[in-house]
């Protein structure tokens, strides 16, 4: 297919948007503008000003949406995302390293950020941070020739929150072997290679994360802390001096005052944060002072409500004793505090179009269509376009849906110009005759919310809101992209240290002896080299890993290294596939068995099932999605169900358990969620009772804590049906 037309990165203005505050203190009101037209405007009215613009929404599921609208219309303009930790306050969870990796990547652009928009849901708003001096004065550059250290650098790399790993995979880890040092800066869009000549950098590299090869050479890099709080010496010994002050505890029995004093990094730090500092700071404090700020008309509400569960949860947590947390005014700012401060600042509320003062765009919602409509895309097509004039843009979610609406469009009478990007379609809008009697058709990549109209412009924008009759699914972009295939995780040499056995699919059991490079052919290149029987050598190059596999056999320095061109690894092999058949066979009958067997077949109403997971503040993980879609596969399946789900801990997987028992809830079924431990029970009941609140389903928890009455009550009622979903430990067992 030929390369698609484009245009220059900067589109020329499209609407007069209202002027904004000129000084500290005042404020407008903009009429919201409906769909996608908000981040048209915000990108309108950003290049036009002298500050840049910041959009607090309601919650972090508006920031994304709003961040990938902007992401379409701003060109050269920056847009910065400053994303929720996604974890409740002062839960025992930590963020997702790449969600730190952002925040930091973001912080330490904002103090000399002058033009351009930045995102964030009102709660992040709320937030204080670490001084703007720590990341100041902890970021470091590294340059070819510079003398390094490596043991000096690997105290500093843990002490700015850098995790040592055998092999780098995500932001904030480094890898350490013999004089390469790898390492995986924060806001970096790939990790870095660092070879050192004794004690001088001879090269820098970025690389793949999934085939270690190395893709760019490099003069310098910029390296930035990992974590929002240091953990040099100093720091800890700070932090330990303000838990003791601050709260009458034996420390002795206090699980963040001994890891931190052994060295290790506690689940949940965050939420201590404040004590890391003599005193902390807040977005307001990163800002430049004329920085415009531009809320949306639930934002603050929001904040309140925040605010509240904050409390709530405080009140909730604050008796335990061996785990002292902060009040929330030490964590967050308060909502008069908050509105204090937007007060003192520039700013505009977004509000309905009958707000007093506010002032219109000239931007107006995409024709509807009924849904109906839906079932026949053609018809749907054309009664969209009745009574357009203009230029119309079919905004599609991704190439692949794009191509799909021009074969469709192929089985009617309309033609459409497929374009690159929104600088292309105004580039092909402004080339068109001005007067048309029906309207012009684009066809366009651009993830939109939702359409809109500039009936100045003569512009119609649809989405897939309009053309498929559902929202597009909006998701953080991961800077390693899809989920890789679970089996391919057994491919890979994450935790792979030098001398361990390994597995080589044609050349049997060996020892990983490093990362060399070889000069093969007049080139360099990066292989691995493997240690076989009576020394012999094998050198794979990097992109022959699927080849490799790690040794699972008993003990590792006991692992029997057969000989390169022997017989031995074929006999194994041999002896090793007569026993999968064995196995396979008996696994055959089982699963027969069980085929024989007639399942629920328990399905969700799409619509309320919809609901419910757009209730769940976070943004799947893909791997998480994967999950919950193959459990609800299961259930609607006429066979049993047959699955583990398995995650590390604060990974997602009682949201999978969460909406597998609301479509079982739904379908009339009882649910028994069994959990090990009484304070799970009672931290799964607050959960499901949170998630649930809105929804007619019952739920009771079943522990020791409960009387032999109250205990005897819940299961008279559970035998009656008066109970939806059980929660509780072996006593529901037992019972």
Not at 78 to 102: K, N
């Amino acid at each position: 297919m030929p390369d698609l037309p484009t245009a220059p990165a900067s589109p020329a203005s499209l609407l007069t948007t209202p002027p904004l505050p000129a000084d500290a203190r005042q404020w407008r009101r903009w009429v919201q503008p409906p769909g996608a037209g908000l981040a048209l405007a915000l990108c309108e009215a950003a290049r036009g000003s002298d500050a840049p613009l910041v959009a607090i929404t309601a919650d972090s599921a508006a920031a994304l949406t709003l961040e990938h609208d902007l992401a379409v219309f701003a060109g050269d303009l920056p847009i910065l995302a400053l994303p929720d930790w996604e974890t409740l306050p002062y839960e025992l969870f930590s963020p997702h390293g790449e969600i730190v990796a952002q925040r930091i990547a973001t912080l330490n652009r904002l103090p000399g950020l002058q033009r351009g928009v930045l995102v964030l849901p009102a709660a992040t708003l709320m937030q204080r941070l670490a001084p703007r001096s720590y990341l100041a004065q902890s970021g470091l550059q590294l340059a070819r020739g510079q003398k390094l250290d490596l043991e000096t650098e690997t105290r500093r790399l843990q002490s700015s929150g850098y995790r040592r790993v055998a092999q780098v995979g995500d932001p904030g880890e480094f890898a350490l072997r013999g004089a390469v040092l790898d390492i995986y800066p924060s806001g970096a869009p790939l990790p870095y290679r660092i070879e050192l000549l004794d004690d001088e950098i001879d090269s820098l590299r970025s690389f793949d994360v999934e085939t270690q090869r190395s893709l760019q050479t490099l003069q310098r890099i910029d390296l930035l802390p990992a974590r929002e709080f240091p953990l040099t010496e100093e720091a800890v010994r700070g932090f330990r001096a303000r838990l003791r002050e601050r709260f009458p505890i034996d420390v002795r029995h206090c699980p963040v005052y001994q890891d931190l004093r052994e060295g290790s990094t506690p689940a949940g730090i965050e939420y201590y944060l404040p004590l890391f500092f003599e005193a902390t700071e807040t977005l307001f404090d990163y800002l430049p002072a004329r920085a415009i700020f531009v809320l949306a008309e639930p934002a603050l509400d929001a904040a309140e409500r925040f605010w509240q569960q904050t409390e709530a949860r405080h009140a909730q947590r604050a008796h335990d004793i061996e785990r002292p947390i902060l009040p929330p005014v030490e964590l967050y700012l308060a909502p008069q505090a908050l509105r204090e401060q937007l007060n003192r600042s520039r700013r505009v509320e977004l509000c309905a179009a009958d707000a007093a003062h506010a002032q219109a765009l000239d931007i107006g919602a995409a024709p509807q269509v009924q849904a109906a409509a839906h079932a026949n895309p053609a018809q749907m097509l054309q009664t969209l376009l009745q009574g357009l004039r203009g230029c119309v843009l079919l905004a599609a979610d991704s190439p692949g849906r794009r191509e799909m609406l021009r074969e469709l469009l192929t089985t009617t009478a309309l033609n459409a110009e497929t374009l690159a990007d929104w600088p292309a379609f105004l580039a092909w809008r402004d080339a068109q005759v001005p007067v048309q009697p029906a309207p012009r058709l684009a066809l366009s990549v651009a993830a939109l919310s939702a359409g809109f109209s500039l009936p100045r412009a003569g512009i119609t924008v649809l989405s897939e809101q309009e053309l498929v009759g559902e929202r597009v699914r909006q998701e953080r972009t991961r800077r390693r992209g899809a989920a890789r295939d679970p089996e391919a995780v057994l491919r890979d040499l994450t935790e792979l240290s030098i001398g361990a056995p390994i597995v080589h699919v044609d050349h049997g059991v060996g020892r990983y002896l490093g990362l060399i490079t070889l000069d093969v052919g007049g080139s360099a290149g990066e292989f691995l080299a493997l240690e076989y029987a009576k020394g012999d050598k094998l050198y794979v190059p990097v992109a022959q890993l699927g080849l490799i596999s790690r040794y699972s056999g008993a003990a590792p320095e006991l692992a029997p290294l057969h000989s390169l061109g022997g017989d031995t690894w074929e006999r194994v092999k041999r002896k090793a596939a007569e026993k999968v058949r064995d196995a396979a066979a008996e696994l055959l009958g089982l699963h027969a068995q069980r085929a024989a067997r007639s399942g629920a077949e328990l399905r969700a109403d799409p619509a309320l099932y919809a609901q419910f997971a757009a209730s769940f503040r976070f943004e799947e993980t893909p791997d998480q999605h994967t999950a919950i879609e193959a459990v609800l596969a299961d259930m609607a399946a006429p066979a049993p169900m047959d699955r583990v789900v398995c995650g590390d801990v604060g990974f997602g997987k009682t949201e999978v358990a969460l909406r597998a028992a609301f479509v079982a809830a739904l379908a009339g079924r009882q649910v028994a969620v069994l959990v090990p431990t009484t304070l799970l029970a009672q931290q799964h009941w607050q959960n499901f009772r949170d998630r649930m609140a809105d929804w007619p389903i019952r739920i009771e928890a079943l522990t020791r804590f409960q009387s032999r009455g109250d205990a005897l009550t819940v299961l008279q009622r559970l035998a009656c049906g008066e109970i939806d979903i059980i929660i509780g430990t072996h006593r529901l067992l037992q019972a």
